[in-house]
């Protein structure tokens, strides 16, 4: 009897840790059909960033450098905090749709070249919101950079495609710059 007890206090002890485990009767995860997701779509945007090193209020410092032991031509080391606007054109008066939000790195001991972790951040029509992120190399003085848009939120989940940076303008007195970048992105 004692043999019985012990084995039915032993399987309502494991039932009730199997309930513990999955308080709402599933499992942690499960398998989707993506056609719960919507049509996919392919969306190009064209915007300006606007990187201000310079003035009274910046809205690209820098945060780390190498130590002054170290220093290079390409600025290796160096790491600067973002806060860019985005402009449907090339001047700062234009429309104002987001900002350009991250980092970039002098990631090269060779040639002037960022590591880029950015989101773009838009405040402005049905994007309102939504954020794409970029994650990649942008070499400073090639005529066309090429970045990976690597996901985004809001209507950007699932966000994948490619992001081209070229120079618009820059002034090299102020180290102020503002860079037209081409965003092509597959997105629900």
């Known amino acids: ?8 206090l032993l399987l309502l002890s494991l039932s009730l840790a199997i309930s513990l485990a999955k308080p709402d009767g599933r499992r942690f995860s499960r398998t989707l059909r ?7 779509k392919l969306s190009h945007f064209r915007i300006y960033f606007h990187d201000i090193v ?7 410092v820098r945060v780390a450098q190498a130590a002054t032991t170290n220093v290079s031509r390409t600025a290796f080391g160096m790491v600067t905090m973002m806060d860019n606007p985005l402009t449907v054109g090339p001047r700062l008066s234009s429309k104002l749709v987001g900002r350009a939000q991250g980092i970039y790195a002098s990631a090269s001991q060779t040639e002037l070249s960022f590591l880029m972790v950015l989101n773009f951040a838009f405040t402005e029509g049905k994007y309102n919101g939504s954020n794409l992120s970029v994650l990649g190399r942008n070499n400073v003085f090639s005529g066309v950079r090429e970045m990976p848009v690597v996901g985004g939120s809001g209507l950007f989940r699932f966000a994948r495609g490619y992001a081209r940076a070229t120079t618009h303008e820059v002034n090299f007195n102020t180290g102020d710059a503002v860079v037209k970048y081409n965003v092509y992105v597959f997105h629900y």
């Open 1 to 8: 009897m004692a043999a019985k007890a012990s084995l039915l």
């Open 54 to 60: 310079s003035g009274r209020n910046p809205t690209a």
């Open 34 to 40: 993506p056609q719960k997701l919507g049509k996919e």
